[in-house]
């Protein structure tokens, strides 16, 4: 078909782009890199080139129509502050609700939060970028670009110095060399970032937790953190770097679960969402993507922010000046300044111009809080979706048309096969069933997540509109923009450790070594944990059938009875990262067990033995050759059935 195009062809394919652009049209500069590339393929399979005047018209074109459909104006693209990086950190570990597989995913999510607050990094330079799996245009995979480990042990390094006091300081060294073009452009960069005073946006601990969940430290002394951080600089300025096992390498470590070995690198699109969802649980009335966290590292470079205030402390650090541009286009990886200016650059402005030109006295505060925008923030925004909504986007016309679909896939298998379950894999409508229900599913979050994003801007407008009309109210009351919230509570103790820390002194004190060591090691144990996703009403906790009237519960195995009770979980009862109140928990009806159960028997890998989870038959290795093998010795021993009634 491209051997014999011409030029009306081209035309009519790139107004075609332009007028079918879901959101914004593409803009001219973008069509003309996707004609580069369709002369590339036509020179590849033809071995000649386009005709001049055909690329000369084609362009042009492009060009004119280009021009009445772009943009009139950017976006606007919001920057935080250092106390809105600080603010969400705190908030990961004290009152974020959202449940990860696994506590060490959240650890992770704190780290790379702190490696993007820090670097200024695009999101493809830390995390797998899910475009690395798809084809370019010539035919040669993009995986030997993307699907390499961007952050391995072998990069990033634990140093140990002193500092001007004499005081021993730790400090984190990391190495990024894959960025945005991939091998077209290397760009090897090096960070060093020391200790903070705030353990929970402190890159040393975060690395020292997640390296103690990996023993990744060369000495076996190095197992707890109390021994980690009693290590001293040696004498005459000299610098140690804490050596990582020569195993451990080429380990990622932002991996997807917690297995050492197999685990594989968590995905930027994991990331993203979590970041995402962070800054919506907290109320900003912008989404908060990582791109969020480059604009505020580059305005600080660029000196548009000129101190940062944490909390009650107001902790001044004059960063104005400290950046050239040189500096910040190499830590932006920028060839020149016209790209900052153009996307990055902050579009308020931070200078009191009033008080400059008056001859008064400037109010930088007073600015900077103006322009805050974590001022606004509001837990409160996240409304739920009415049942009007959902109604309204249940009749939407390409709803009902993938609704139709999909029931009518699913109608043809169970009239074949009886049900949709027994419709074997190779079977083609199986394929099509699954692709109609994704695309069904898909377009439904599409439009609720729009809707919920139009609630939240109501929301501020409204919430705006109503403080004003009722400081013109009859009560002399002031209004409070803000109600009371309920505090999360979390069954973890590492992370209510971690919650109490949150704004606390300075932990690099030498007389706070042992508070120091203690959060560490709490956010190292962190990483073993696993926090379930609950109901909101709280659970029914009951006693064991083996247990005494009032037992006193231990998190020992000895301390679990060979006997359970039939409505407990006997995977969540061997399962050493819940609480313990998780792990006996007792289920209201047999039912209800047997849909929590098959989620655990589907994780199950399929294998000839199955061991038993519960803790006294592990300490026995007590294994069964099936899983119905597993189901008849879970009723024979501990009395309960693996199944649903």
């Not at 607050?117 to 799996?133: E, Y």
């Not at 190495?175 to 005073?197: C, E, I, L, S, V």
């Not at 996703?533 to 020992?556: G, N």
């Amino acid at each position: 078909m491209l051997r014999k195009a011409e030029a009306a062809q081209l035309k009519a394919f790139f107004l075609w782009m332009i007028e079918n652009a879901e959101r914004t049209a593409p803009q001219a500069g973008t069509l003309k890199q996707y004609f580069r590339i369709l002369k590339m393929i036509y020179k590849r399979d033809t071995g000649a080139v386009l005709d001049e005047e055909l690329v000369a018209d084609v362009n042009a074109f492009i060009q004119y129509y280009a021009e009445g459909k772009k943009e009139t104006s950017h976006r606007p693209k919001p920057v935080p502050s250092g106390a809105d990086f600080v603010n969400m950190l705190h908030f990961l570990y004290s009152a974020d609700t959202t449940t990860y597989p696994d506590e060490r995913q959240r650890v992770q999510q704190g780290f790379l939060m702190i490696i993007h607050a820090f670097s200024g990094l695009r999101p493809s330079s830390t995390t797998q970028s899910s475009k690395g799996r798809r084809k370019g245009a010539s035919g040669n995979s993009a995986e030997e670009v993307e699907d390499v480990v961007k952050l391995r042990y072998r990069d990033v390094a634990l140093l140990i110095s002193e500092d001007e006091q004499g005081r021993t300081r730790f400090a984190v060294q990391a190495t990024f060399q894959y960025f945005k073009g991939g091998n077209r452009r290397p760009q090897r960069k090096t960070f060093t970032w020391p200790d903070q005073a705030d353990i929970l946006t402190c890159p040393v601990a975060h690395l020292a937790a997640l390296a103690l969940h990996d023993e990744a430290f060369r000495s076996s002394s190095l197992k707890s953190a109390s021994n980690l951080l009693s290590l001293t600089a040696p004498s005459g300025g000299e610098m140690i770097n804490v050596a990582w096992r020569d195993d451990i390498l080429d380990v990622p470590i932002l991996r997807a679960s917690s297995d050492v070995l197999s685990g594989a690198e968590v995905q930027g699109a994991a990331t993203a969402k979590r970041l995402r969802s962070l800054g919506e649980k907290m109320g900003y009335p912008e989404t908060v993507t990582w791109y969020w966290l480059r604009r505020l590292v580059l305005n600080a470079v660029d000196g548009s922010y000129a101190s940062v205030s944490l909390r009650e402390e107001h902790i001044t650090n004059l960063i104005a000046g400290s950046g050239s541009e040189e500096v910040r286009n190499q830590v932006a990886g920028h060839l020149d300044s016209r790209t900052y200016r153009n996307n990055y650059q902050d579009q308020r402005i931070t200078l009191d111009v009033a008080s400059l030109v008056r001859g008064q006295a400037t109010e930088e505060a007073l600015i900077r809080k103006l322009n805050d925008i974590g001022t606004n923030a509001d837990p409160d925004a996240n409304v739920a979706l009415p049942p009007e909504a959902l109604e309204h986007i249940a009749s939407l016309p390409d709803v009902i048309s993938l609704q139709a679909e999909h029931r009518r896939l699913a109608r043809t298998l169970q009239d074949k096969y009886g049900s949709i379950t027994k419709a074997p894999t190779f079977e083609g409508l199986v394929g099509d069933y699954t692709q109609a229900k994704t695309a069904y599913r898909t377009r439904k979050e599409f439009h609720k997540t729009r809707m919920r994003s139009q609630l939240r801007q109501d929301f501020f407008t409204q919430k705006n509109a109503a403080f004003v009309e009722a400081q013109f109210g009859a009560g002399d009351a002031q209004p409070t923009t803000r109600a009371e919230r309920k505090v999360p509570t979390h069954s973890i103790p590492e992370r209510l450790t971690l919650a109490s820390l949150a704004g606390s002194r300075d932990v690099r004190d030498p007389n706070l070594q042992a508070e120091r060591a203690a959060a560490v090691q709490a956010m190292a144990d962190l990483c073993s944990r696993l926090e379930l996703k609950r109901k909101p009403f709280p659970s029914k906790i009951r006693k064991c059938e083996e247990s005494s009237p009032d037992p006193v519960l231990s998190e020992t195995d000895a301390e679990f009875p060979r006997k359970c009770h039939r409505l407990q979980c006997l995977f969540c009862i061997g399962d050493e990262r819940l609480h313990l109140k998780e792990r006996t928990r007792i289920f209201s009806q047999q039912y209800t067990l047997g849909r929590h159960v098959e989620n655990h028997i589907k994780a199950l890998k399929v294998r000839s033995k199955i061991s038993c989870p519960h803790p006294r038959c592990k300490t026995t290795s007590t294994t069964l050759d099936s899983l119905q093998h597993l189901k008849n010795h879970a009723q024979r021993e501990h009395g309960i059935r693996l199944q649903c009634q």
